[in-house]
C-alpha cells in the first residue's frame, strides 16, 4: 500500500538531530527483491524532495528577515480552538516577533521542538497532528511566506503537544465525561502561562517532557509500547489454528507455535519443546500468560487461551496506547495519599504519592449495571453500616423474594419504614399485603440492619457524587477468587476493608491501628468517622498495566466496550472522527493508529 504524505516523519532516536534519516512509521508489506533497493531509497528521496534545487540557501547566505507583519499573516484570522486562540495571543502579547528564527534559518530550540514533536509517537501521541511532515517541507525553504508559516506551525505544534500531553487527544464527548470535567476544565490563564513558559525554556525538551503524566503506570506503558512495536516490526508471532483442547502432558503439533509465541512475548528462556510434548515449564508459562491474559490459570490451552494467544501485536499496541490516553485524563501530578480503582483489572491500588503502599482485588458493576468512571474525593467511613435499599433492588429483588418466603426480610435483618423520612417508623412486616403492593413498594424504604450478613459488610467509604457509588466490604468473600469479577449493581466491594482503612485514617493523624479498627468493628455500632481532609479517589478503566517488579505486561479484557469506543474517537481519521482530537488540524488523518 503506498503510504500518504501525512504518515512520512524522521526516523531518528529520541534527542537526535533532525538532519538525519526519514522512514515510514507503517510496517511494509513483505516486498520482492526488484522493490527494495526503491524501498531502500526512499528516505534519501523524501529528503531531496524536501530541499529542491534553486530553492535552498546558498553557502554563507542567510535567511531573509522575516517581519512581524509577515508572522502576523501567516495566523489565521480567526480563532477557531483554543489552540488557535492561544498562539494568538502569545504573538500579539510579543508584537509578532519571530519565536524561532534567526537570519540562519530556525534556531537550535525550534530543532528540539521538532526534535520532540517527531519523537511524540514514542508518548502515545500522533506527529500528524503537529503538521509535522509541512513543519519539515518548510525547513529550508528560505521564502519569507514558508519561514513565516514555518515560525507559525511551530508555536502551534508546540501549543498543542502541551496540551495534549497534560489532558489528552480527545474531548470529553466520550468516555469518562465527569471525570475529565472535574480534573481538567479548560483554564485558559494557566495554559498561557504555560505556553508562556515554554517558549522560554532554553532546555525546552527536558521542559517537555516534563508535561507527560507522572502516574506510575506511565513510563511503563511508554516502554511497553516500545517493545511491541519491535515485536511488530519483527513479524509479529505464528497464528494458532483452534482445535481441541492441549493438556499438560499431551503431544500436539501447535505446541511448536505456541511455544515460539511466548518466547517471543513472555519467556525468552522458555527451554526448548521436546517432541511436541507440553512440558511442565511450558506449563508454567502458559499459566503465567493466562494470568496475564485474566484468563482462568489452569495450565489447560483452551479456545479463550488460543484466542488471546493470537491476538497480534498491533492490537495490543493499539490498547497501550488507548491506556496512555487515559492517563492523561488524570489530574497532571500525582502528590500525596490516593486511591485509585481499576475496573477493567478488578484492582484497587493506595498510592502515598506515585509510591503503591497498598494493592487489593475488587468486585464491580455487572454490564447491566456499570461501574462509572470519574475523579472525587473520600470524605469519611461508616464502621457497621445500615444499607439502605435502593428502591431498584427492592422491587426486582426484595419483593419477589419476601412474596416467595414470608420470613424473608426477619432472616436477612431488613426493616421497612413507611417512607424515606429519616425520622420514619419501621412497619411489621405482616402489615403489608404483599400480594397486592406491586409499583408501591417503592413508597417504602427498606433498610438492611448492620451485622456480619450486611451487603455492605462492616465497613463502607464515602466519596459523595451523583453516581451514588461507594467502596463498601461485602459478606461474599469467595467472589474474590474469580478472574473475572463483575457482579456488583455499580458499587465497589474490596477485598482488604480494614487494612484500606487504616491507610486512611493514617492519613487523618497517629493513633490508628488495625487493633482499634477491629474494635469500633466488634462494638457493632454504627459509626462514621470523617478523614478531615479529603482523600483524592479515581475510578479508572485501565486494559493495561504493567507490573513494576518485574515489567510484565497485562491486558485485561474490555468488560464495558470502552476500549472500542475509545478506539473510534482515538485511532479515525480526524475528518471522520465521533470525538475530535484536542484540537488537532480536522483535515489530517491520525497516523497510523496503532503503531
Not at 534553486?54 to 508572522?71: I, N, Q
Not at 496512555?324 to 497532571?332: A, D, G, K, V
Not at 468486585?363 to 461508616?382: A, E, H, M, Q
Amino acid at each position: 500500500m503506498k503510504p500518504s504524505r501525512s504518515s512520512k516523519i524522521s526516523s531518528q532516536q529520541p534527542g537526535e538531530s533532525i538532519k538525519g534519516r526519514v522512514r515510514l512509521l507503517r510496517i511494509p508489506p513483505p516486498v520482492r527483491p526488484a522493490r527494495r533497493l526503491l524501498k531502500a531509497l526512499l528516505p534519501l528521496l523524501l529528503i531531496l524532495s524536501w530541499c529542491r534545487p534553486g530553492h535552498d540557501l546558498a553557502a554563507g547566505e542567510s535567511m531573509p528577515r522575516v517581519s512581524p507583519l509577515r508572522v502576523k499573516t501567516a495566523i489565521p484570522s480567526r480563532a477557531e480552538t483554543s489552540v488557535d486562540g492561544l498562539v494568538r495571543r502569545l504573538y500579539q502579547q510579543r508584537n509578532h516577533t519571530p519565536l524561532w528564527l534567526t537570519p540562519q534559518g530556525p534556531d537550535s530550540r525550534a530543532e528540539m521542538l521538532l526534535n520532540v514533536l517527531i519523537d511524540a509517537r514514542h508518548e502515545g501521541l500522533f506527529p500528524a497532528d503537529y503538521q509535522v511532515d509541512t513543519i519539515l517541507g518548510l525547513w529550508h525553504r528560505p521564502g519569507i511566506r514558508e519561514q513565516s508559516r514555518l515560525d507559525y506551525l511551530l508555536t502551534r505544534g508546540l501549543t498543542l503537544y502541551l496540551l495534549q500531553s497534560r489532558r489528552g487527544r480527545i474531548s470529553s464527548c466520550g468516555e469518562g465525561r465527569g471525570s475529565r470535567q472535574l480534573a481538567h476544565s479548560f483554564q485558559a490563564k494557566e495554559d498561557f502561562a504555560l505556553l508562556s513558559q515554554a517558549v522560554e525554556e532554553k532546555a525546552l525538551r527536558s521542559f517537555l517532557l516534563s508535561q507527560q503524566p507522572n502516574h506510575p503506570q506511565y513510563p511503563l506503558l511508554r516502554q511497553a509500547l516500545q517493545r511491541y512495536r519491535r515485536l511488530a516490526l519483527a513479524g509479529d508471532w505464528p497464528t494458532l489454528a483452534h482445535g481441541p483442547l492441549i493438556r499438560p502432558g499431551m503431544y500436539d503439533q501447535r505446541l511448536v507455535q505456541v511455544h515460539r509465541r511466548l518466547r517471543l512475548d513472555q519467556a525468552p528462556l522458555l527451554s526448548p519443546l521436546p517432541h511436541n510434548r507440553y512440558t511442565p515449564a511450558l506449563e508454567s508459562a502458559i499459566k503465567r500468560f493466562q494470568q496475564r491474559f485474566n484468563l482462568e490459570a489452569d495450565g489447560i490451552i483452551g479456545q479463550a487461551t488460543i484466542k488471546a494467544l493470537n491476538i497480534p501485536a498491533r492490537q495490543l499496541i493499539r490498547q497501550i496506547l488507548l491506556n496512555m490516553e487515559r492517563l492523561r485524563w488524570l489530574p497532571q501530578r500525582l502528590k500525596g495519599p490516593r486511591v485509585v480503582v481499576n475496573i477493567a483489572g478488578f484492582r484497587l491500588t493506595a498510592l502515598d504519592g506515585t509510591r503503591v503502599a497498598l494493592e487489593m482485588p475488587v468486585i464491580v458493576g455487572t454490564t447491566v449495571n456499570k461501574t462509572p468512571t470519574f475523579n472525587d474525593s473520600l470524605r469519611y467511613l461508616v464502621f457497621n453500616p445500615y444499607w439502605n435499599i435502593p428502591d431498584s433492588i427492592a422491587a426486582n429483588e426484595i419483593l419477589p423474594s419476601q412474596l416467595k418466603d414470608p420470613n424473608y426480610l426477619e432472616e436477612n435483618n431488613i426493616r421497612v419504614f413507611a417512607d424515606w423520612d429519616h425520622q420514619a417508623t419501621p412497619i411489621p412486616p405482616e402489615a403489608i399485603d404483599w400480594q397486592q403492593l406491586g409499583s408501591k413498594i417503592r413508597a417504602y424504604r427498606f433498610r438492611q440492619e448492620p451485622g456480619p450478613d450486611n451487603a455492605l459488610g462492616q465497613l463502607k467509604f464515602i466519596f459523595p457524587n451523583r453516581h451514588h457509588i461507594y467502596l463498601h466490604d461485602t459478606p461474599a468473600t469467595k467472589l474474590f477468587s474469580l478472574h473475572r469479577r463483575s457482579f456488583s449493581h455499580g458499587c465497589i466491594r474490596v477485598a482488604a476493608p480494614r487494612q484500606l482503612a487504616l491507610f486512611l485514617l493514617e492519613q487523618r493523624g497517629p493513633g490508628w491501628d488495625l487493633d482499634r479498627i477491629d474494635q469500633l468493628i466488634q462494638d457493632g455500632q454504627r459509626t462514621v468517622i470523617s478523614l478531615g481532609t479529603p482523600i483524592p479517589i479515581h475510578i479508572t478503566y485501565s486494559t493495561v498495566v504493567v507490573d513494576p517488579e518485574n515489567d510484565e505486561t497485562f491486558f485485561y479484557q474490555d468488560i464495558y466496550g470502552l476500549d472500542q469506543q475509545l478506539a473510534n474517537h482515538l485511532f479515525a481519521p480526524a475528518e471522520r472522527r465521533l470525538c475530535r482530537s484536542q484540537d488537532a488540524p480536522a483535515t489530517l488523518s491520525a497516523s497510523l493508529p496503532g503503531l
